[in-house]
């Protein structure tokens, strides 16, 4: 795809993909530039099996940066999603040590404890007016300690049930991974939110200006906290499908979602004050990231160089289409 | 308004800061089985002065109504320099002590130059060159590792006259070289500025991005003179992730303790490193009541917690409701 016949396609596109972003169609061509340079060191790389396995990965980034995605759009951030993430995963397999009952409500008892987070957050935000990113990280450091506790500072010896299994590596429709099945039902749900909705468009009222949404009668402080709890659900039940994949929680499991999903989410083109912003710009920014981690981790670099690459691609981006507007 | 009380509302969260940690350290001596000597001030010193450090550059960059993110990769990345090139005859660790601190002032001036001359937010800008400063650190010790100028380090956290920390009179030595110089400058006012309305502080042709600029880069040296002081403390270098990302966070904590407004323009290093004092001491508090090490990042996460719900007191002040949107 080239921005040419994306040029093409929009046209026949619906309104909201038509008036994307030209960040979108940057990211899109640099998820093409990504992918020649990747099939130059292999092969395999442009194969169907290779790029659906890429797609089921970014899935979980994508369940993650969909939560992340709506608080930024309210020109807020979400700081907790490593705990979150890491909670709602513990969680979910501690459930499934308490018998059959437990096993049934894992997941939901997973993604509520993300939920409770998000939750935490969002009073904190809305209600006590504290910046979110303090708040955040707040409550990003008591999950942790929490957590810590809970463990007793080792991995847990709990393993997933057979349904997060399922839904993290199983088919449903032969060929298509469940991970990806339902981050687009999630991805669905979101545009559907987003676009059609008052909750949606009092999302990006208050990203745009709060003082307005509030005067124009919308309850400006519960929509903050709903979408605060959303964000914290969704890290958990990234959290959860994480641990399906690989059958088991683990500490620091989610410190490697923290900048991947806010870099996915601004390099979608969303403005990282809020109130601009289109799914669709997510789903390149998280293909992009995935993309990008499986070509450095194809090169075979090592961790460090991959952390330098990492945060220099960020800024470059950013610095191409992310700048704020000149001063004045 | 008369000087004094001009004097003691504009030191209020310095003055509160220092209070708390005084309150704090005596129920730690106190209960410290060793009592109030040399030895239980040295130690608890040598803690506090690093998060102190991390603390002070944080709180540049906060007053300028910014955040910087990547403080505790500094931190770690020159502390990982430092095991490398703080070592050998006196020339060669005088030559490792000036690459360290420039390599701070240079990771500084790098966000500070993104964020203001490439116009990114701060927290994206710095979450990312977080990223490449925790990647040259694990460059530089993928293994922990590395071993610095003993003498030096025993001379700057062992013991002035037998009683005197001489971490505390190095902080002290800081505060007087970087922290008082700055905030008495024009640049530094220009910082203040800018963290208070920079829209009114470009209308009146203040030096904003000049002085925003030189608080980023003198942030970037104080985590590298905190850096430093971590060799010194344990003599190796490591590149570890989540020692990196407590730091950025406990100095948060601290620059919030200590007074310092999270919108920027208002509070002062000193406070922060009151702040940073109290908030170890209250940490190391489980201790010498004998609890499990296990529950500390719990505590600490709540005394965290608790204390940026602080601010929220503020709302009771707020007389029209569409005050509680900035």
Redesign the interface.
Known sequence: MSETTLGGIASRMPKFIRRADPAVATAFACIVILLLVGSLYSRSFLSPEYLLQQLKVASFLGVIATGMMLVVLLGQ?DLSVPWAVATGAMMACAAAAYGPVGVALAIPFGMLCGVAIGVVNGI?VAY????S???T??????????M??YT??FSPQDSATAAMRYLATGFTIPGVPNAVIIWALIGAAIVFVLTRTSFGRAVYGIGNR??AA??SGID?RRVVLIAFAVSGGLSAFGGVLLAGYASKAAQ?MG?AY??PS??AV?LGGTS??GGRGSYLGTVAGVILITLLQSILSVMQM???????????V??AM??LY??????? | MKDWRYWLAEQRGTLLAFGIFIVMFAIYSGNHPAGFTANVVQTAANKGVLLAFVAMAQTLVVITAG?DLSVGMIFTLTNCMASWLVIGTGLETAFGLVAVLGTGLVCGAINGA?VIY????P???T??????Y??????LR?VPGGSVNEDLADFLTGRFFGVVPASLVALFVVVLVVWVPFSRSELGRAAYAAGSS??AA?MSGVPIRRGKFLAYTLAGLLAAIGGLFLTFFTYTGEAA??SG?AYT?FS??AV?LGGVS??GGKGSAIGAIFGALAFRTIGDLLFVFDFDP?????????I??I???L??FA?FRVRN??E??L
């Open positions: 951030i904190g006590l007016r504290i910046p990113m303090i708040i990280l707040a409550t990003n450091a008591v999950a942790q300690g929490l810590v506790v007793g500072g709060e003082r509030y005067l400006t620091s410190d923290l900048l806010i870099a601004v990282i004050l090592p961790e460090a160089g991959r952390q330098i690459i990492y945060g220099v960020i800024v950013l610095l992310g700048r704020a507007p000149a001063s004045r | 955040i993104i490439g116009r990114l937010q927290i994206v800008a979450i990312a060159t977080g990223a490449v925790f990647g040259l650190a694990l460059l993928p920079e829209t470009y992730y989540a990302n966070l948060i904590a919030v999270l919108f296990l529950w500390q990042p719990l505590f600490q996460g709540i965290l917690l204390a940026v719900s601010g929220a709302l409701r569409l509680w949107f």
